[in-house]
């Protein structure tokens, strides 16, 4: 029993030290405006620290590492450490509308050096976004969404 207890403590001191030893920039690049989108960044980021086996509590202060002065400025105004808050600011702050993700889902094409699964990933993350800016919770409402689109499309101008 005793054996035991001690086993359990040794193992969670280990994935404690694991954790906090942990580098991020091993894993992911710094984010850079200019080349890259922070919704798309923002959801690797979290793929990789889940993978990693990060603790949430530390998604933000390693987040905070990889990214510009600027937005580290707007994070550090917040007073709560709540990712998902934290991932709305910078999608606010840069200004990632519905209709942005509409345009780079239509306008979106194959890197030479991406694989079609990261081209698959990347549409189906700006489509994602675009849905849930338009709130669209169910079938009926993707449906007119589709269909709507499908309109404007044949509408002369």
């Given at each position: 029993m005793k054996l035991e207890i001690y086993a359990k403590r040794i193992e969670s001191t280990t994935e404690e030290r694991v954790q906090s030893s942990f580098d991020?920039?091993?894993?992911?690049?710094?984010?850079?405006?200019?080349?890259?989108?922070?919704?798309?960044?923002?959801?690797?980021?979290?793929?990789?620290?889940?993978?990693?086996?990060?603790?949430?509590?530390?998604?933000?202060?390693?987040?905070?590492?990889?990214?510009p002065n600027d937005m580290v400025q707007l994070i550090a105004k917040q007073s709560d450490e709540v990712n998902e808050q934290v991932k709305q600011i910078l999608l606010k702050r840069y200004e990632l509308s519905e209709e942005l993700f509409r345009q780079m889902f239509t306008k979106h094409s194959k890197s030479a050096h991406g694989t079609w699964k990261d081209f698959v990933y990347e549409l189906r993350t700006y489509f994602r976004e675009r849905i849930k800016g338009l709130e669209v919770e169910n079938f009926?409402?993707?449906?007119?969404?589709?269909i709507t689109n499908q309109m404007k499309r044949r509408v002369p101008t």
């Amino acid at each position: 029993m005793k054996l035991e207890i001690y086993a359990k403590r040794i193992e969670s001191t280990t994935e404690e030290r694991v954790q906090s030893s942990f580098d991020v920039h091993r894993l992911i690049q710094n984010f850079d405006l200019k080349v890259e989108d922070i919704s798309l960044y923002l959801d690797l980021f979290e793929r990789q620290v889940k993978r990693a086996k990060v603790s949430e509590e530390l998604w933000v202060s390693h987040l905070i590492g990889l990214l510009p002065n600027d937005m580290v400025q707007l994070i550090a105004k917040q007073s709560d450490e709540v990712n998902e808050q934290v991932k709305q600011i910078l999608l606010k702050r840069y200004e990632l509308s519905e209709e942005l993700f509409r345009q780079m889902f239509t306008k979106h094409s194959k890197s030479a050096h991406g694989t079609w699964k990261d081209f698959v990933y990347e549409l189906r993350t700006y489509f994602r976004e675009r849905i849930k800016g338009l709130e669209v919770e169910n079938f009926e409402k993707l449906c007119d969404l589709i269909i709507t689109n499908q309109m404007k499309r044949r509408v002369p101008t």
